[in-house]
Antibody
């Protein structure tokens, strides 16, 4: 299983950016997917989950209303639209697949993508 | 949202030492607790899932325990390659959260 993020870069405050996560080696449409970010020198921050069919989404309060997650199951790709960016959004953004297809019960991130850096400046 | 509190934030130990990292949830998460290891410049790697289950390929010197609100990650005999930052993460409910991380250094 491989997850490859793209779309990061340098962006001015207030602008938008769309990140992509290309997934291969697994049945992408069967798994919920998450985005997690890590600011430079800081810890991991969970951002959002999208269900396998894309109908259900949950956001962290810190990005609710500004970030939007979507997926294209026909092309095995996950997206994250980042709007109205601020310096606090500077981070490496990782996509992560859940380990289990089950809707209930324990679950965890496995695997992770290597991440794409967003620098708001 | 469920808050996760990890301690300590950093530690320094010798090769062969036993290392214990704790993680406390702000409410019961039953056993929906996972541990990850992250090395600089790399993506996190799962170590333990559902509180005490060892991820495939992870050395058996790593173990996890706990339920409800209190959890521990134990490294039985610290090795040089265990130098990393460790994170707990809860998966109870739709919104997942991480602990602040524990940086483990080798003396």
């Amino acid at each position: 299983v491989q997850l490859v993020e793209s779309g990061g870069g340098v962006v001015q405050p207030g602008r938008s950016l769309r990140l992509s996560c290309a997934v291969s080696g697994t049945s992408f449409s069967h798994y919920a997917m998450h985005w997690v970010r890590q600011a430079p020198g800081k810890g991991l921050e969970w951002l959002v989950v999208i269900s396998s069919d894309g109908t259900t989404k949950h956001y962290a309060d810190s990005v609710k209303g500004r970030f939007s997650v979507s997926r294209d199951n026909s092309n095995n790709t996950l997206f994250l639209l980042l709007n109205n960016l601020t310096a606090d959004d500077t981070a490496v953004y990782h996509c992560a697949k859940v380990a289990s297809r089950a809707l209930a019960g324990p679950n965890w991130f496995d695997p992770w993508g290597q991440g794409t850096l967003v620098l708001v400046s | 949202d469920i808050q996760m509190t990890q301690s300590p934030s950093s530690l320094s130990a010798s090769v062969g030492d036993r290392v214990i990292i704790t993680c406390r949830a702000s409410q019961s998460i039953t056993r929906h607790l996972n541990w990850y290891q992250q090395k600089p410049g790399k993506a996190p790697k799962p170590l333990i899932y559902a509180a005490s289950n060892l991820q495939s390929g992870v050395p058996p010197r790593f173990s996890g325990s706990g339920s409800g609100t209190d959890f521990t990650l134990t490294i039985r005999s610290l090795q040089p390659e265990d130098s990393a930052t460790y994170y707990c993460q809860q998966s109870y409910g739709p919104s997942w959260t991480f602990g602040q991380g524990t940086k483990v250094e080798i003396k």
